[in-house]
């Protein structure tokens, strides 16, 4: 057994710590006599499997009281809908801010169920920053004001949390940032996030929903989609992705363990500080974002000839450096800094890329 | 570790030597230097296990050429939602038979969508038959004919397929049964399946859909429901469940080294036997559903008193049969009989049975 640095996008490492506890007991759950993933979602094993997993995710983020926390299926992609779907009526202006790829899959959905208007779109800068906020037009009666504090694919972060016009909430996709660092969560109505990248297996999305924000859906949303009814039932209506979700919550004790999030936060900025100086001092490999806007979590860069990039990631594989290729949709390479990831995978990976440089610069 | 005989609706048991194979390679997939879970859904890994579990699934239930298999979140509940949304307008009328709890929540769903006409209702007989296709009153122009092949809750099975009027698609929620025995895909339009109690965890279920029935979805229906951008992109326009959609492909190679469903269905029969049997010969036990219309997968039975139900339960899991509670609906007991429940563990539910008997009967 030979454990390899994933630098993947999502789905992503998970802490060795959690696969061998998963490993342990996947025959027998502490006496159950089956595993997790063939007990009911109904018996007790299983529902303080659910109460532990949501106390431990609202210590490490301070959800406040007022907030409902779910555990739903269909990853970020259904929440583009069920955003909508739970928060406007046709006839509504949802406000969108577009900072890149993930921006704009959730503005395509948003557009076949409300009006939207595009509050700042980072397009002149090609999707290289985040607009500044005083440059955003608002729509005045919106229904909702949606960002992505962490853009995937273009490794582009937000600095700083919008403050949208009084009254009018703040809708985050979470996906590829949440639990990297603390969140103030109070200063959004809706924060989902696909587990694939810093929770836990993909097919779950995790939201947290402020309680006065339920009630608005419209009457044709999906059962499965609906906010109002996933809440009056503990995330259980139906079946939920019971095993996906007991993950999470093992990954949620890993993260207690390692101190929190104000503690994760520092190794993430050591990790992504080595990467970035690295790129940066090189001469040899780009990274294209505005340095205020760059990426804790996900960092894209370049060859200096993309003829390149095949013997680097041959390489790459060869020292034991997977996932590296960047996303189809805009090539290169790409390394994803999760919580999973330790400080030495990304030391590993700095060495190599000055290898392949003496060897190829 | 003690494993106990699991008798669970849903999440239910997996056959132990999945679950051994999954531990087994859980840090470390075939030499990827990482578990399934972690592994992006665009490599090559799991492009391989994508395409062997469709090839696995074609072949265990001789799936048609001209059927899309796919593999998509949110469980049988959500294509309650689905079906009506790719398969009508909202002016169009679908079919449905009612033959229980199950069916009765997929025609709630369904009249949110399009008109619902009750082709039959098995209300009479406190749904424990099947009514008689000669009774069926169909919508000449029905978009489809829903059933449900097998009820979870009240154990009640179709003993034949029903006949639509031409050219009128028949649609099937087979989540309880499929895999139990062979099914004639070519007689439907579409088979949908939550995993949680043949195919794998939960999180995951499996629709086959004749290709003609593509490209007739409204509108509005979410990106991730949607069956024809499903079908355009392998089941991945978004990142699917990967380590469910990888068990279940472990479930369906453990059912071909069984012998395929010609095999299966004689144990299924043969476990189901040993259980109505003793159930019947009892003058204890009772199950209500009419001999013809018995499940080979859920066997609901109730005590002459309720107030032995406690004791019944408490005895059982001291001897190791867990998950005999009836629905909270229903009350009394169901043993759920899936695949993965050995022979042996019907034998010792039914001595367990009768030492019961004996002492308080």
């Not at 800068?125 to 009666?141: I, L, M, R």
């Not at 419209?218 to 996933?230: A, L, S």
């Amino acid at each position: 057994m030979s454990r390899v640095y994933n630098f993947s996008a999502g789905p992503a490492a998970l802490p060795l710590e959690v696969l061998e506890q998963i490993r342990d007991e996947l025959l027998d759950f502490h006496g159950a006599g089956m595993s997790v993933m063939e007990m009911s979602h109904r018996g007790r094993h299983f529902a303080a499997i659910a109460q532990q997993s949501e106390s431990d995710l609202r210590e490490l983020l301070a959800v406040p009281a007022n907030y409902k926390v779910l555990f739903m299926q269909g990853g970020a992609s259904a929440q583009f809908a069920a955003v909508p779907l739970n928060l406007t009526k046709p006839s509504a202006c949802a406000d969108y801010v577009n900072t890149g790829i993930w921006s704009t899959k959730a503005i395509t959905e948003a557009k076949r169920y409300c009006k939207v208007n595009l509050a700042a779109d980072a397009k002149a800068s090609g999707y290289s920053t985040v607009p500044q906020q005083a440059e955003w037009v608002f729509t005045p009666d919106a229904a909702y004001v949606h960002y992505t504090p962490n853009e995937t694919i273009g490794g582009v972060e937000f600095p700083f949390v919008p403050l949208p016009p009084g009254g009018v909430p703040l809708v985050a996709d979470y996906s590829s940032s949440i639990l990297s660092r603390p969140i103030d969560v109070s200063r959004h109505g809706v924060i989902y996030a696909g587990a694939q990248k810093n929770i836990g297996p993909a097919g779950l999305v995790v939201l947290i929903v402020r309680e006065d924000l339920l009630g608005r859906g419209r009457e044709d949303v999906p059962t499965v989609m609906n906010w109002t009814i996933m809440a009056a039932h503990d995330s259980m209506p139906n079946t939920p992705a019971t095993f996906s979700w007991y993950v999470a919550g093992l990954v949620f004790q890993w993260l207690k363990r390692q101190g929190g999030l104000h503690a994760i936060e520092s190794l993430n900025h050591a990790k992504a500080s080595v990467l970035y100086s690295a790129i940066d001092a090189s001469g040899f490999y780009r990274n294209p974002v505005a340095p205020g806007c760059r990426s804790l979590m996900n960092v894209p860069f370049t060859l200096p000839d993309a003829r390149l990039d095949t013997l680097f990631l041959e390489g790459a594989a060869q020292a034991g450096l997977a996932g590296l290729q960047g996303h189809k949709l805009v090539g290169g390479m790409r390394a994803s800094l999760y919580n999973a990831m330790p400080l030495a995978g990304v030391q590993a990976l700095v060495a190599y890329m000055q290898e392949f440089q003496r060897r190829h610069g």
